[in-house]
């Protein structure tokens, strides 16, 4: 895709998504309304619930050169065999927007052409933390209808190779392939097999190799109204299909039509869970860390089928 073609189809989604003005800078929050979330809850048939996240990665890699660091703080050595109380504690920390670990991005992460979504100022970005937009929008939490959408599956093959992309096409065949519609509000799963792959053959640097979804067929999450993007890669495929510019699906999915974006998730147990099933919607609910000012947050979504 040529950057001219690529910003004809930013500016195209972002007119056709721009929100009411009484929704102000929700984004597409706006279309998981409290009867969606309602409805979400008639999936629950099974009483299973399916964490949708990675284990967290503790260990340098050619993906994470700066993994999550977790210290323990106690007890002190003399307190282990010490008569009375004493408290086991420790302390993390992590890059929250890494190429390994589970994470969700808010509406203040892209920034493009100088403003963040909705037309906000990237000034409001300063060393102190984001202005608006931030991760604590979600400080309620996302509670909705989950789609999974498993396209290795429908092509037959384990996993979709680094580079690879998922089009419309693709999703558009799952969608009959699974009997499932993924509609308004709803959080959007797209399964590319990342995680699968990194386990069987290890870690590779996905910064440079990857597959995710084109961006072409964001075009179909505006046409479904959909509310929230994860992926158990990073959504965008490297290396970009577009003229300088990296992330593409980023700046369409976040930038332009103001959808939340999740991030290096996994659906290895949750795939063979709605195969057995028959179904391939579940109730979904995704609890970010209350974090003022900040761009993102690890999350540990958690589908109940």
Not at 3 to 14: D, H
Not at 141 to 160: A, C, Q, T
Not at 204 to 221: E, I, K, Q, T, V
């Amino acid at each position: 895709m040529t950057s001219t073609g690529f910003r004809a189809l930013y500016e195209s989604l972002r007119s056709e998504t721009a929100p009411p003005q009484a929704h102000g800078r929700s984004g597409a929050l706006r279309h998981l309304t409290p009867e969606c979330v309602a409805a979400a809850a008639a999936e629950v048939r099974l009483g299973r619930t399916v964490s949708l996240a990675a284990p967290i990665n503790t260990t340098p890699g050619p993906d994470d050169p700066e993994p999550a660091v977790h210290t323990m703080t106690g007890p002190a050595p003399a307190e282990l065999d010490a008569t009375g109380l004493h408290f086991a504690t420790d302390r993390f920390a992590m890059n929250v927007h890494g190429d390994a670990n589970s994470h969700l991005d808010a509406l203040c992460h892209v920034v493009f052409d100088g403003e963040l979504y909705g037309g906000v100022p990237a000034s409001t970005v300063t060393a102190e933390g984001a202005g608006e937009l931030t991760v604590d929008q979600l400080k309620d939490g996302l509670v909705g209808r989950g789609v999974l959408l498993d396209i290795p599956r429908l092509r037959g093959v384990p996993w979709l190779e680094p580079g690879d992309h998922v089009t419309a096409a693709d999703l558009t065949a799952a969608e009959a392939a699974q009997g499932v519609r993924v509609g308004p509000g709803d959080l959007l799963f797209v399964r590319v097999g990342h995680h699968r792959r990194r386990i069987e053959r290890g870690p590779w640097d996905a910064s440079g190799a990857r597959a995710g979804l084109h961006p072409a067929a964001l075009r179909f999450l505006a046409e479904r109204k959909v509310a929230v993007l994860g992926s158990d890669s990073n959504n965008d495929t490297a290396p970009s299909p577009v003229e300088d510019v990296s992330f593409p699906v980023h700046v369409l999915a976040i930038h332009a039509m103001g959808i939340h974006l999740m991030d290096y998730l996994q659906f290895e147990d949750l795939a063979p869970v709605c195969a057995h099933a028959g179904r391939w919607s579940f109730l979904c609910m995704v609890a970010p860390l209350r974090l003022p000012g900040a761009t993102g947050s690890p999350v540990n979504p958690i589908a109940v089928l």
